[in-house]
């Protein structure tokens, strides 16, 4: 096979995906599982450099060029997405397998520095801790074999994003052992629908973690508006744990997305976005903040930027910060929030129930929607989803929306003890949202008065509580059946005395 023939090749979505369950498996939990993502990155660019090198020089020579001419033209920028060093192609890389660690090393570094969007991206993880232990060096060098056998110059951005997506929601359960959070991803799905993002909006993470609710946000705008709609929508997000931060990065352009803009740094105490003097407002709010997140207490919030404005309703007890976040998301927030909290801040009393009370007052609560239990991998709590809005249509106002959808799951297919929503509950608790009233047992409309006679309590059972089906008893022919098991007793009965009668006689 040809180079040409071989830049050809588009690698399917199975073949990936078989890929990067054999890297899993490699790995187990001695490797980092981030290493995987940033190999999987580097490969991408190198075969795309590739061919669009290829595609320049064949272009160029069919131009009229001498071959010294255009291959020395078909290197520049211009006909590539990204700078790519030709050095540390994956092919020269294979050429130094000894050598490895340092030469991925040499190749992020310089990646990053001849392109600015990747700087703190690519070069924020070191492939030299692979060079003190030969066990660890065995396996990126199985890694590395392992995608040397994949081509994804031509395989799409969809593609590339689902490997993604699998490789870490695999590696969730685990991570969140350590603290990470992870979003369920029909979550993330429900979230983006209900918000309904449009063309030309601007849509905010404040907890961004790998950026898959921004991602989720573009895609339900690509799938309903068009590709070239999705590019008209403005992403933003801060994410305090800048290893995170690079593979958010990573993560939006493997799904093809470009230009997200991405910071790093405590939301809480110092928001990135700003606007003049103050903070920036975005037309969406979205995020899955740390639940009962602790430290930020009145003294630290006192400390942080824009604290006056942006924590208004009141200051949080110090452990547990889920009205702080709440508070920070409705400040940067025009139109819609959409928010993944712990269900207890949703009738816990103290300083989180004035800040609660102050937000019920204002009108500024839409839906509250209880999860099933057992969806998310670092708790088996239900969990909940409020949905706020500042352009209430007028038919909403005064009146919150409660869904209990705590029965609308299924089993996990992979990870055992885990439920998940299906499609059928999604858009089961999207129309429900959508239609704004009663429904039996599931949902149900409640007037701002009736939240302050229970002491602005939200808690959704106290709302609306599923219905149990009552079985019909047909009384009669339960009647007849057991007589009819009374009568076949008495006939059994009848000859097990006969046959001891037998035997006493004999």
């Keep these: 096979m040809t180079l040409a023939d071989y830049i050809d090749i588009e690698t399917t979505r199975d073949e990936l995906i078989r890929a990067c369950k054999q890297a899993a498996d490699l790995i187990r939990t001695r490797v980092d599982y981030k290493y995987i993502l940033v190999l999987l990155f580097l490969k991408r660019l190198s075969d795309e450099w590739k061919r669009e090198y290829n595609e320049a020089l064949k272009t160029l020579l069919d131009k009229g060029l001498s071959r010294e001419e255009a291959e020395k033209l078909a290197k520049d920028k211009s006909f590539h997405r ?36 990747l700087q703190g991206v690519v070069d924020r993880l070191d492939f030299l801790e692979f ?12 890694l590395f074999e392992l995608f040397s056998g994949l081509n994804l110059g031509r395989t799409s951005d969809s593609i590339l994003g689902d490997a993604y997506e699998w490789i870490i929601g695999y590696f969730a359960p685990q991570k969140a052992k350590e603290g990470e959070v992870f979003t369920p991803s029909e979550v993330v799905e429900l979230i983006a629908k209900i918000v309904d993002p449009k063309p030309m909006d601007s849509v905010y993470d404040p907890a961004a973690g790998y950026a898959r609710m921004l991602i989720r946000a573009y895609d339900y705008v690509k799938q309903k508006y068009g590709e070239e709609e999705a590019k008209k929508l403005f992403l933003y997000g801060q994410e305090v744990n800048p290893t995170t931060y690079a593979i958010a990065k990573m993560n939006a352009i493997v799904h093809g997305i470009k230009d997200i803009k991405l910071e790093v740094g405590d939301t809480l105490k110092n928001p990135r976005f700003k606007e003049g003097e103050t903070f920036r407002k975005f037309d969406i709010v979205i995020a899955n903040p740390p639940w009962n997140q602790d430290g930020y207490g009145e003294e630290e919030l006192k400390k942080a930027e824009f604290y006056d404005d942006r924590f208004k309703y009141g200051f949080t007890p110090k452990q547990s910060a889920d009205w702080a976040w709440i508070q920070h998301m409705l400040a940067s927030a025009k139109k819609k929030v959409g928010v993944v909290i712990d269900n207890g801040c949703l009738f816990r009393g103290g ?41 209430k249509p007028e038919e909403r106002k005064g009146r919150i929306l409660f869904i209990n959808a705590s029965n609308e799951f299924e089993k996990h297919p992979e990870v055992r003890k885990l439920n998940r929503l299906g499609e059928k509950h999604i858009e089961k608790i999207v129309n429900a949202y959508r239609e704004f009233k009663d429904g039996d047992g599931f949902c149900r409309v409640v007037s701002l008065d009736e939240i302050k006679e229970n002491d602005y309590n939200l808690n959704v059972t106290l709302y609306v509580f599923p219905q149990e089906e009552v079985e019909v008893i047909d009384v009669a022919k339960e009647w007849r059946e057991l007589k009819a098991i009374e009568k076949e007793i008495e006939k059994i009965e009848g000859k097990i005395q006969s046959y001891l009668n037998e035997i006493y006689e004999a």
């Design 82 to 117: 990204f700078e790519y060093p030709e050095k540390y192609t994956w092919e020269e890389l294979r050429k130094n397998i000894n050598e490895l660690p340092v030469k991925l090393s040499e190749a992020l570094k310089l990646l990053a520095e001849k392109n600015p969007e």
């Design 131 to 142: 060079t003190r232990h030969r066990d660890n060096f065995d396996i990126l060098v199985q």
């Design 351 to 391: 300083k989180e129930k004035q800040i609660r009370k102050a937000v019920i007052e204002d009108d500024l609560i839409e839906c509250v929607i209880l999860l099933p239990e057992k969806l998310f991998y670092n708790t088996g709590a239900p969990g909940a989803i409020i949905i706020f809005n500042k352009q």
